[in-house]
């Protein structure tokens, strides 16, 4: 398994600011993944972050919104920037780890962080 | 366009007895299926997964079956307890895709003593 740490853990924002999540991991990982959960939705993945490049962004998601740094191989932050009640979810990091058999890799997660923008 | 489908909101179950969640895929290059549970306040746990080459997998009170002919899979609970209680997620991935994760909309399981 893996131990994903995830700050702040909840957050009330006013609209038109930014808010960055911080999220670690306990071993080195090469992609790191930010996942978004609406209310009442399923989980959307925003973009894969990997170390020494810029992150991968998902159709319908932009680096000038979700900027994503990956400084190393343990660390990775997520900032919602100019954010709208729209933006208002649950905000979740993700990373894999192998497990039975070569292709077989399983995905943890953060404890996710609760945004809400006012 | 939703590549995974749960198409129950919610479900609810007697204690002791089984509960089977359902989900609809797709894409026919998805290549491996999870599921996930979740609780409110936490982030989703995995708890059983399957390749697409076999039709079932089983962990414990927790068996997930395949059909790729219909584009199809299950995870079975029995016996069903309280504090199964959660929202489940499957999700899907290819192989190709650097690890990327589908989800379905989740159902809300209510296991009742």
């Known amino acids: 398994s893996a131990v994903i740490s995830q700050k702040p853990s909840r957050d009330i924002c006013q609209r038109g600011t930014s808010l960055t999540i911080q999220c670690q991991v306990d071993?080195?990982?090469?992609?790191m993944f930010w996942y978004r959960q609406q209310p009442g939705q399923s989980l959307t993945l925003i973009a894969t972050?990997?170390?020494?490049?810029?992150?991968?962004?998902e159709s319908g998601f932009v680096i000038d919104k979700f900027p994503i740094s990956r400084p190393n191989l343990t660390f990775s932050t997520l900032t919602v920037s100019n954010m709208s009640p729209e933006d208002s979810s649950i905000y979740l990091c993700?990373?894999?780890?192998?497990?039975?058999?070569?292709?077989?890799?399983?995905?943890?997660f953060g404890q996710g962080t609760r945004l809400t923008v006012v | 366009d939703q590549q995974v489908k749960q198409n129950s909101p919610s479900l609810s179950v007697q204690e002791g007895r089984i509960s089977i969640l359902n989900c609809d895929y797709t894409n026919s290059m998805f290549d491996y299926f999870l599921w996930y549970k979740k609780y409110p306040a936490e982030g989703p746990t995995f708890l059983i997964s399957?390749?697409?080459?076999?039709d079932k997998n089983e962990d414990g009170r927790f068996t997930v079956f395949l059909n790729k002919s219909a584009k199809h899979l299950s995870l079975h609970i029995v016996p069903s307890q309280p504090g199964d209680s959660a929202v489940y997620f499957c999700?899907?991935?290819?192989?190709?895709?650097?690890?990327?994760?589908?989800f379905g909309q989740g159902t809300e399981l209510s296991v009742k003593p």
């Open positions: 071993s080195q990982v090469t992609m």
């Open positions: 999700a899907a991935s290819r192989y190709n895709q650097g690890g990327k994760l589908i």
């Open positions: 399957i390749s697409s080459i076999k």
């Open positions: 993700s990373v894999r780890r192998q497990g039975r058999g070569r292709r077989n890799t399983e995905a943890f």
């Open positions: 972050a990997n170390q020494g490049s810029e992150a991968t962004y």
